[in-house]
């Protein structure tokens, strides 16, 4: 009979254990086939143990079908249990078939109706009981077999997980400690434990004896005064002496005396000395100068001195002057006119002990806190000198001027220019008219970590400007030498840093072949390679250049081999917008050294056509190969003579006409190919000092530190700080000078 309708699908249960196989009833009467109707499929629930497999009954005739009932959902999939042991495999049932009725008239077929959507799964209905198998009908025709109705199968339900171990419950928190509780009674004193037996005698301590006292003295007794005798007889009264001028010098004092007239000295040609205790203290002589003499010595040192003042032993000193009084004295002074010295001091040594000993010597015994100058000089005049130290010597090999300070810190010259007065000049201006030095600077300490020369400049200008004025020079103007061999990236020749956009600048304008801008040269040896110019850019942000080269006929030129571990390109502005873009083309790679030639011709009437090469190809080219290929047509090109000795070759193999574009590949072979070894070669062994180290770290994962090419980092040492002189009033401001002084 027709097929019912299938009714909604409803859940599918769980699936029990397979019963067993009933008897087949018999065969039906076959009906027209209806559409089948097929469920989705549901999920597939888990398989239960399988039954033993009954006997296969004697196939009865086949029933009319009855409805299918909607497949119900699949139940979920509880845990698979275990698998049972495989039951034997029943004979498989096989019913008589029944006579096969004759074949009816096939009815027409009714036209196929729209398939119904698939409602929902009802409910599986218990399978009803087969009804008996009615007669078998006259076949009908056979009609078109509609579309076999096949639902989608539903997807598979998951197998259910088994169920997760709960997690460890977290551990509760450590409750608080409870209160001390309070402290117990103490108890009570236990007895006094037997006292142990006595210890046996020390040994009997002996001190040193004392310092003995000081010795008493007594006070000492009043000296004993006899009684004056009696005075003697007069003696008898001397000659009366020359009568008297009125002229003489009063010890405590005279008045109304004359210059010129009234004086202390001799009027003939004899010196006039001065003594106390006994002892010469001065003398005048009569010489052209008319010497005063002070000292014990009584020896003039020059008939031209005036005034002389001679210490003759260590603790003396020829002139003592002393300014105790307000501020502006003067212990010493001294003024001149008319190319005089004010004060002139001479050194007679010319050997020995005295050589050592300076001629003058200044000391400034103040405290530890003044900041008073042991020297001031005062140029008052508008083109004077403030010093002047002339050698003039030809013979005297030291030092015009020797400073030698033994202080923990300061500096051994400060020279200020003070631009409140001072607008222009120079702090320092030295000239050498010899063949000597300039100047030297020399720190001798090995442990000295300070520079040699630190020099700043706040203003807008050159700090420092070093020329040669000789146009027929052949020596540098800066020479820097490094003597350090330790591998310390700081012990550099010469080490710059800026700031602005330029860390330095080099320019060489004499027109010669041999000009060089900047020239660096790296002249060590043994095992390692060295570099003789390395630059690197590592902003802190973006990127940066390396090296830029810049030049009419190369901007960068590699006299020898050239490597890089990035791509090769050129690099220019976009020809169609300019302003911005960049574009870039890149260099090919390969493992050989290769020169290629190209180029195309046009075959002549034999289908031919022979191609000439540079005449020096052969000089530097070797190991060739070709590629022919056809403009507008197919052909069967070849090459049909090689390139020979006159640099040709022959294309072959089309017709009159064909274009054909050509390429000659040719291992180079140059002369510094062929003496080279490593300039074609492709996998080279790392030198012993490069193993364990990389071109490029970082693609490594490694640190900057193992790069074959690292050079450390630029170590700048930044001069001290040195306080700026400030001006002093004690120190800087004019000196009062006594205007009754300066008429003298």
Known sequence: GATGSIGNTGPTGSVGATGSIGNTGPTGNTGSTGATGVGATGPTGSIGNTGPTGAAGATGSIGNTGPTGSVGATGSIGNTGPTGN???????????????????????????????????????????????????????????????????????????????????GATGSIGNTGPTGSAGATGSVGNTGPTGPTGSAGATGVGTTGPTGPTGTGATGPTGVGSTGPTGSAGATGPTGPAGGGTSWELTGNASTTPGTNF?????????????????????????????????????????????????????????GYAN?????????????????????????????????????????A????????????????????????????????AAVDIWKLGTSGSGI?????????????????THRGSGIG???????????????????????????????????????????QLSNQSNTAAAAVIGTSSSIRGATFSAGLANGGTVGVYSEYTGGGSNDGTGVYGKASPTSGFGYGVVGEGLRYGLYSFGNTGASGTKAFVIDHPLDPENKILKHYSMESPEVLNVYRGNV?????????????????????????????????ASLYVKAEIGADGKFTIAGGTSGLKVSWYVYADRNDKHIQQDPLSNAVEVQ???YEVGKYINPSLYGQPKEKGIFYHGEVEIKEPTPKPEMKRDSKDYEPSVIDGADEKK
Do not use: C, W
Not at 414 to 430: H, R
Not at 462 to 476: E, H, I, K
């Open 325 to 365: 009084g307000v501020a502006n004295g003067s212990g010493v002074y001294g003024s001149a006119t008319n190319n005089n010295y004010a004060a002139q001091f001479i050194h007679p040594s010319a050997s020995g002990a005295g050589v050592s000993i300076p001629v003058v010597r200044m000391i400034n015994s």
């Open 86 to 168: 495989t039951g034997a495999t029943g004979a498989t049932g096989v019913g008589v078939t029944g006579p096969t009725g004759s074949i009816g008239n096939t009815g027409p077929t009714g036209a196929a109706g729209a398939t119904g959507s698939i409602g929902n799964t009802g409910p599986t209905g218990s399978v009803g009981a087969t009804g008996s198998i009615g007669n078998t009908g006259p076949t009908g025709n056979t009609g078109s077999t509609g579309a076999t109705g096949v639902g989608a199968t539903g997807p598979t339900g998951s197998i259910g997980n088994t169920g997760p171990t709960g997690a460890a």
């Open 367 to 398: 405290t530890s806190t003044s900041t008073s100058p042991i020297l001031k000089v005062e140029p008052l005049a508008p083109s004077s000198r403030g010093v002047f130290v002339s050698s003039t010597t030809t013979t005297n090999t030291a």
């Open 602 to 634: 046009v075959l002549d009437a034999n289908g031919q056509a022979t191609v000439q090469l540079p005449d020096y190809f052969h000089a530097i080219n070797k190991e060739f190969s070709y590629v022919l290929t056809p403009i507008g047509a197919q």
């Open 686 to 688: 790392k030198r012993p």
């Open 264 to 320: 202390i000295g001799t009027t003939d040609n004899q010196e006039f000395v001065v003594k106390s205790n006994a002892l010469e203290r001065m003398r005048f002589y009569n010489n052209t100068a008319g010497t005063v003499y002070v000292g014990t010595l009584a020896v003039p040192q020059s008939a031209s001195d005036i005034l002389e003042a001679v210490a003759t032993s260590s603790s003396q000193r020829g002139v003592a």
């Open 439 to 481: 100047q030297t600077i020399a720190l001798t300490s090995g442990t000295s970590t300070a520079n040699a020369l630190a020099i700043t400049h706040a203003g807008n200008a050159v700090v420092l400007d070093a020329r040669n004025s000789l146009t027929t020079a052949t020596g540098a103007i800066a020479q820097f030498v």
């Open 414 to 430: 400060d020279l200020l220019m003070d631009n409140t007065v001072v607008t222009a000049g120079t702090g320092i201006n030295l």
